[in-house]
């Protein structure tokens, strides 16, 4: 097994890299420890980082991790005592203490975990006086000892790349993104802007100023930048999305501050007087944006006020409208979105601002959204950050795979809606259970002072056609109906906001039968465009021009079999008490996990010998 790891490595990749790449092009070494790091920034949105310490018999270093890599531990393939191929990495010098910075790594399962090999010795480094790095030392670890931190100048990697910068400043390192820290000094990135936001301005009473920030992208990790003032005026205009460059010290680099960043990364840089910002020649050795999609299914267990990527189908496009912020009093222009993809569900995006006005993407496209934040309204929501960036159609396996599956069958799939029925259940202690509609009735649900919630499989087999939809006020998070000015315009009492269209909102009447019964339920919009397949604005459209097709899209909705989650309370009609059932949401059968339920009671019934 000794005769597998490629020995005398570690020395070579810091003292000698030339030797390195000729002689270990990539080298093979055993893990002697994997530990995780806590996060300086803390919460929940902190990045999870591993430290994990290599060796090549002779020698052994310490190891940082990118992030790109965290899968090998999560995975469970990266395990103490695995032999693995190191593809890329960088080595640094920091602080007079050798790191090694892991890229990319490969777990080569077949040799398994093997105890501890060889004698292998801390490698030193060629400092006079190390001393070791408050960023990236750490009490208790392999290798490391509790001693005093010297003023010691910190040296750089020797093996990394350099470039030839302006005459009289000689070279400077290329650092990885994810080497950045409060203590690295003199150091140079190459990296992809991947989003750029417009300048912002403000005005207080000790003054105005203005702002813009970029996110850059290596291969190890990205990192918010931003410049004030007269950087904007230095910077603004040179930083162009999708273009590589060179940034140089003096940057500060300092700890981010999350609730204006949606990057996986504890620091942040600032642009300065004197930053050098230069555009490369090369512009394809850097990746594109890199995405950490969540299906639309798995919204429903993402945390309110989440920021993740989600790439689905255009489903639907809504017209540009404005709104007034209530604290400012300025206009902002605002465009919704639907997306679906292959787990059956849709979600609505709203974009903000240019990306709003600007959005000319088809129905049909692959849209890829980055940093998104997700909101519990309507059930499940999403909202474009404005450190966010979106792709269309993006040459991506992800993009591709949901091109195909809706090219072949999705195009004519229902989808469904993410709603509060589970919140709405968990704050009332009541269980959401399955009742056919005579155990409804027979059960009196509604009929107590709180709510009853129950799932119902039912048939549509009627749906009223007057009112089924009023107009209602275009402002995110308004569903209230608007007025008629008969000038052209419909006001919202509420928003005190005109606009010049109404947004049509379902509001409907369906009458459902099982084999027990039928039952009338009440469909807001979301779950009415579920069981239409169509948005109220489609419907209003089509009773103004074409009255047939209208006939024959309720006529469609008819004889659908779906699975509906129903709330069941008493009202007060004049003067008369009702119970009335409202659909929460709204979903076409699944029938492998209904098939699999009739399985299960097989086997009840089986079991009780009946």
Known sequence: MAGQITQGALDAMFNDPDRAQQQFPVPILQCLQIKTLDSKNGGAGATERFRIVLSDLKNYVQCMMATQTNHLVHDGLLQRGCIVRLKQYQAQCLKGKNILIVLDLEVIQSLGCPEKMGDPQPLGSRSAEPAQNPNLGSTG?????????????PQFPRQAPSRNTSAGQGSSTIYPIEGLSPFSHKWTIKARVTSKSDIKTWHKPSGEGKLFSVNFLDESGEIRATGFNDQVDQFYDLLQEGQVYYISTPCRVQLAKKQWSNLPNDYELTFERDTQIEKAEDQTSVPQVRFNFVNIQELQDVEKDATIDVIGVLKEVQEVTQIVSKNTQKPYDKRELTLVDNTGYSVRCTIWGKTATNFDAQPESIVALKGTKVSDFGGRSLSLLSSGTMA???????????????????????????????TLGGATGRKDDTKTISQVKEENLGTSEMPDYFSLKATVVYIKQDNFAYPGCRSEGCNKKVTDMLDGTWRCEKCQVSHDRPQYRYIMSINVNDHTGQLWLSCFDDTARIIMGKSADELMEMRENDETRL??????????KLNFSCRAKTDTFGEQQRVRYQVMSAAPLDYKMEGNKLNELINAYSQMGM
């Open 392 to 422: 269309i159609d993006p040459d991506i396996p992800e993009a591709h795979h949901l091109k195909g599956w809706y090219d072949s069958s999705g195009r004519n799939n229902t989808f469904a809606t993410h709603n509060n029925m589970q």
């Open 141 to 153: 670890f392999y290798g490391v000892k509790n001693e005093p931190t010297q003023d010691t100048k």
């Open 551 to 560: 006939a024959a899209e309720f006529e469609q909705a008819n004889c659908r």
